[in-house]
């Protein structure tokens, strides 16, 4: 076969490719994270210096808070999240004002458009793929409540401001017909993205679907999963499918106690998790979609000691010999990244077979 690297990366997602796997990273470009050209410049650039073997656009975290007219202060970052200076949702009633935004017209939408189709031809060599959260962590984002069970990507303390049970619980038509238009919104931009170009769209190869922490342990239980997740998850994903049925969905389910499991019915194409974390699977369980995995992203901290990497990266090889797999951190990289950990990960590749 020819070194072709896109054609490579769907062989894989379809369980037939000829290499072991496809290597890459992601972060946040913090400082480049506002204008499409400037930020397609740095995801570029990151994707160029290493080499990644596919891509998985990063953009600025808090971009679905700004699509509904949040306010954030981009001067000022807490961990990669800009400071919140004014939530979509600011009490339980503003829930009631979360509308279905056009991905031609919504300012925040088309900016993230724009990057893409900039990234789309830059690389062209490789299988690109956008970040879409979820409609539920979405609307937890609209309102600054925690994306994950510990508390991070809130600016708010959920103890002293609105709480997920105020929010979503106490108000259950409300909440259904608000993730319903959150829905409609991403299908609207995920189709957008996965369309071709010569028919207008963006011509990326997928989405990066991401849980966030929901599933995190039972942040929000299996039960809640299919009221308040499932059914809009499928609004999202059902859109990429009929957009275009030759790109993926990679599903991401992020921290320990992650429950992969729970997303199989959702027929994702490659499946992320981290099989280092406790509570979670290894690697190589039998799942229908085929594993994304490598290497804890905590160990590409500044200092830390690449000896961890390279153990977990060599496990999760082995573990998946004959296999077909992408080989990547468990979450998005900190930022900065310790480069020497940056350059282990970048130097395991997988042969080219003839």
Same mark, same amino acid.
């Given at each position: 076969?020819?070194?072709?690297?896109?054609?490579?990366?769907?062989?894989?997602?379809?369980?037939?490719?000829?290499?072991?796997?496809?290597?890459?990273?992601?972060?946040?470009?913090?400082?480049?994270?506002?204008?499409?050209?400037?930020?397609?410049?740095?995801?570029?650039?990151?994707?160029?210096?290493?080499?990644?073997?596919?891509?998985?656009?990063?953009?600025?975290?808090?971009?679905?808070?700004?699509?509904?007219?949040?306010?954030?202060?981009?001067?000022?970052?807490?961990?990669?999240?800009?400071?919140?200076?004014?939530?979509?949702?600011? %009490?339980?009633?503003?829930?009631?004002?979360?509308?279905?935004?056009?991905?031609?017209?919504?300012?925040?939408?088309?900016?993230?458009?724009?990057?893409?189709?900039?990234?789309?031809?830059?690389?062209?060599?490789?299988?690109?793929?956008?970040?879409?959260? %979820?409609? @539920?962590?979405?609307?937890?984002?609209?309102?600054?409540?925690?994306?994950?069970?510990?508390? @991070?990507?809130?600016?708010?303390?959920?103890?002293?401001?609105?709480?997920?049970?105020?929010?979503?619980?106490?108000?259950?038509?409300?909440?259904?017909?608000?993730?319903?238009?959150?829905?409609?919104?991403?299908?609207?931009?995920?189709? @957008?993205?996965?369309?071709?170009?010569?028919?207008?769209?963006?011509?990326?190869?997928?989405?990066?679907?991401?849980?966030?922490?929901?599933? %995190?342990?039972?942040?929000?239980?299996?039960?809640?999963?299919?009221?308040?997740?499932?059914?809009?998850?499928?609004?999202?994903?059902?859109?990429?499918?009929?957009?275009?049925?030759?790109?993926?969905?990679?599903?991401?389910?992020?921290?320990?106690?992650?429950?992969?499991?729970?997303?199989?019915?959702?027929?994702?194409?490659?499946?992320?998790?981290?099989?280092?974390?406790?509570?979670?699977?290894?690697?190589?369980?039998?799942?229908?979609?085929?594993?994304?995995?490598?290497?804890?992203?905590?160990?590409?901290?500044?200092?830390?000691?690449?000896?961890?990497?390279?153990?977990?990266?060599?496990?999760?090889?082995?573990?998946?010999?004959?296999?077909?797999?992408?080989?990547?951190?468990?979450?998005?990289?900190?930022?900065?990244?310790?480069?020497?950990?940056?350059?282990?990960?970048?130097?395991?590749?997988?042969?080219?077979?003839?």
């Amino acid at each position: 076969m020819t070194d072709d690297r896109r054609t490579a990366f769907h062989r894989i997602a379809r369980k037939n490719g000829d290499r072991a796997f496809l290597t890459s990273a992601w972060q946040h470009h913090v400082g480049h994270e506002y204008g499409a050209a400037e930020f397609a410049g740095a995801t570029v650039d990151f994707v160029k210096r290493w080499d990644w073997d596919w891509v998985k656009i990063n953009p600025r975290a808090i971009y679905y808070g700004e699509i509904w007219d949040a306010v954030y202060d981009h001067e000022d970052y807490d961990w990669l999240v800009p400071k919140t200076i004014r939530p979509a949702i600011q %009490s339980a009633s503003d829930i009631s004002r979360i509308d279905v935004r056009d991905p031609e017209t919504n300012q925040v939408l088309r900016e993230q458009a724009d990057a893409a189709r900039l990234i789309r031809t830059s690389l062209s060599d490789r299988a690109i793929l956008d970040t879409i959260f %979820s409609p @539920l962590s979405v609307l937890l984002q609209l309102a600054d409540l925690p994306l994950y069970p510990e508390g @991070l990507g809130s600016d708010q303390n959920e103890k002293d401001d609105l709480t997920r049970q105020e929010l979503i619980f106490d108000q259950p038509d409300a909440s259904k017909e608000a993730l319903g238009r959150i829905a409609r919104t991403l299908a609207d931009f995920a189709a @957008l993205l996965v369309t071709p170009r010569e028919q207008g769209g963006a011509g990326l190869d997928g989405i990066f679907f991401a849980e966030t922490g929901l599933a %995190s342990h039972d942040y929000f239980n299996q039960e809640q999963f299919e009221e308040w997740a499932k059914p809009y998850d499928r609004i999202v994903i059902q859109a990429v499918r009929s957009a275009n049925p030759d790109a993926v969905v990679l599903l991401h389910t992020c921290r320990e106690e992650a429950h992969p499991e729970r997303f199989m019915d959702l027929n994702p194409d490659l499946l992320h998790w981290d099989q280092f974390l406790p509570g979670n699977p290894e690697i190589d369980v039998d799942f229908q979609a085929v594993p994304v995995g490598g290497a804890n992203f905590e160990l590409f901290n500044p200092g830390n000691d690449t000896s961890q990497i390279l153990k977990e990266l060599d496990r999760t090889i082995e573990a998946r010999q004959g296999h077909p797999f992408l080989l990547a951190p468990s979450c998005t990289i900190p930022t900065p990244a310790d480069e020497g950990a940056l350059r282990v990960l970048s130097q395991t590749r997988a042969p080219i077979q003839d």
